[in-house]
């Protein structure tokens, strides 16, 4: 499918090469994923986020490009994010969506949980996320309370949907 192609509901905003998908990472040992999954069955989780996803180089990675969901946003955020927006044409598959601040840190895989919200975050939300740890739901994400739950008890403030999809050719 094109990118922007929600009625403008998405803006690409960035294209990157990530670090294979088929290949698990040898940094996300047990005691990790215990402390910032919520799904703990996941090979390898895929994020916006470089600390969880790393960057690879152009020919060994996986291309993908990055989309903000417009609804929700600030006018500011909007402001930040307009100028760099740009569309694809080429066909895409969606491997999902994330949430994350003004800096890409991912409030799904990179804030960890307290040993009191492992139990209850993983109930209500692990059946939620697909085999790569992302909404499958750009619709659902947005319409739900989970951006107010799913974040770092931190004074930044997660506000960006962000899609994640794979580029299987050439741009």
Known sequence: MPL????????????DARCAIDVQS?????????????RLDVARPLSIDVRVWPKASETDGTRVAFSILRRGMSRESQAMWLPRA?????ETERLGYDVADEVMTSGL???????????????????????????????????????????????????????????????
Do not use: K
């Open 109 to 171: 895989s990179n804030c960890g949980y307290s040993n009191e919200e492992r139990d209850v975050v993983r109930l209500c939300w692990a059946s939620r996320l697909n085999r790569f740890h992302l909404f499958d739901d750009g619709d659902e994400l947005c319409n739900s309370r989970i951006l107010a739950m799913l974040v770092c008890r931190s004074m930044r403030h997660f506000s960006y949907s962000a899609s994640i999809d794979w580029l299987p050719q050439e741009l």
């Open 4 to 15: 922007n192609n929600r009625g403008g509901e998405e803006m690409c905003v960035e294209l």
């Open 86 to 90: 740009f569309t694809i044409e080429g």
């Open 26 to 38: 040898l940094a996300w040992t047990p005691e990790r994923r215990e402390q910032f999954l919520v």
